[in-house]
């Protein structure tokens, strides 16, 4: 079936600096993508979402860029602080599937350099 | 933080064993999930719901089954406990026709079956 991926298994940065987190989607019906934080231990929590329809959206610190293209999709997190450590997840929406369609890429850990 | 509960948090159990993880959520919402994740892995979809009394499979194939007799209640049961079903199991929740498609987890159950 259709499949979403992320392009690094773990990327470390420097504590202040800005993380770019990448992922690949292959679906090109998906109409909907999430990004999600999952800590230690606990389960995804919701970070930041965007419609097929835009190409950009904004939260606190965080940036998704959707480029539907290459269907590309982009987590950007500004200033990154320590306690942003986790690993971080695309999903993907596709309305037109059975459970509405959330596929789960692979997952980025992402670690913070002191 | 999400209102959605998943008991135990871990469980350690013989071959053979039957076993329910329960997962509970006050926020009213009618669609209801089961993922499994292996450690650092992406999330795959096993059971869902739309509502009372409607159960449906996911994406991978899984022994457990399910059962969804009140809103707020989704049980996941396995009648004979395998080591291959050492994984972590994880409950999520979305509204049915809310703007968004945003699914919110509940912390997890890691099951080991030795």
């Known amino acids: 079936g259709e499949s979403v991926g992320l392009h690094l298994p773990t990327l470390s940065v420097q504590e202040g600096d800005n993380s770019i987190i990448n992922c690949a989607y292959s679906?090109?019906?998906?109409?909907?993508f999430i990004w999600y934080k999952q800590e230690s231990g606990k389960g995804p929590q919701f970070i930041i979402d965007?419609?097929?329809?835009?190409d950009k959206r904004q939260g606190q610190r965080v940036t998704v860029l959707l480029n539907k293209t290459v269907k590309h999709l982009s987590l950007q997190i500004a200033a990154t602080q320590p306690g942003d450590s986790a690993v971080y997840f695309c999903?993907?929406?596709?309305?037109?599937?059975?459970?509405?369609?959330?596929?789960f890429g692979k997952g980025t850990h992402l670690i913070i350099q002191p | 933080e999400a209102d959605i509960y998943q008991t135990p948090r871990y469980l350690v159990i013989g071959t053979g064993k039957k076993i329910t993880l329960e997962c509970s959520q006050t926020m009213g919402h009618d669609k209801m999930y089961w993922y499994q994740q292996d450690p650092g892995m992406e999330l795959h979809l096993i059971h869902y719901?739309?509502?009372?009394?409607?159960?449906e499979k996911g994406d991978l194939s899984s022994e457990s089954t399910v059962s969804r007799i009140r809103t707020e209640h989704f049980p996941l049961t396995l009648e004979s406990a395998r080591p291959s079903h050492t994984s972590q199991y994880l409950c999520?929740?979305?509204?049915?026709?809310?703007?968004?498609?945003?699914?919110?987890f509940g912390p997890g159950t890691r099951l080991t079956v030795t």
């Open positions: 965007i419609r097929s329809n835009m």
């Open positions: 999903a993907e929406i596709y309305s037109g599937g059975g459970a509405d369609g959330l596929t």
């Open positions: 679906n090109s019906a998906s109409d909907y």
């Open positions: 719901s739309y509502g009372v009394n409607s159960t």
């Open positions: 999520a929740s979305s509204e049915l026709n809310g703007e968004k498609d945003e699914q919110y």
